[in-house]
């Protein structure tokens, strides 16, 4: 009963997104788990497996916001946190991507369109590792935006996804945020460098998020 009450809800929250065509912003969201609850152990496994698919696509992606905080500040994903958070610049080929993630098993929980282009794919694994992949887009000048979150746009300079840096963790090097520190200062405040024992609201501490009129 539990799974059939899941597949319908599935279903009809599909219906409801693919119907909303003539909204700007569309937004499908369902998980069959609580996406509240921290990282499972083998969430490195996960990290790993996705990025190099990233990688075989030729796709340029950075690890960003949580993920990176952790692992530059610390050498560990943070306790606390949910996701596995990823960033990827100016890409187009969405299918192919979606594609092959389903190859690996991975399942869609969320997806976020603006204005017809996707700002959001967030996958989960059959243990339950989310893998959360924002699409940013070149905007006039130096500017690189995303539109994942109604009534919100996220805004960055360019620079901090051009010639990134790397980071080891578990054996493999991935792609971080140039200027690495003040990146983490734009995106986290100029206490960056302090953990915190919880897990805020992320538009309370997103440092790129300005609110559209």
Known sequence: MVMMRFLIKKIIKQMLFLLRKNDDFREYHHFPFDTNKPL????????????????????????????????YRQGSFIPHDTDIDVDVLDFYNIEKLHTSMKKQSMKLGRKAIYKKKVQQLVYYSNDN?????VFWYSEEGDMICN???RGYKRVQNRKY??????????????????HIEE?????????????????NDWKAECGDLVKMR
Not at 189 to 195: A, F, M, N, V
């Open 147 to 149: 539109y994942s979150e």
């Open 183 to 199: 990146w983490l200062e734009m995106r986290y405040g100029k206490d960056w460098r302090t953990p915190k024992s919880f897990k």
């Open 161 to 178: 996804f051009e010639n990134l840096s790397t980071i080891g963790f578990n054996g493999k090097k991935y792609p971080m945020p140039c």
């Open 40 to 71: 499972p152990p083998n969430a490195d496994n996960v990290m790993r497996l996705c990025c190099e698919l990233l990688e075989s696509l030729a796709i340029k992606y950075r690890l960003t916001d949580g993920t990176i905080l952790g692992l």
């Open 129 to 133: 590792v989310i893998f959360d992949i």
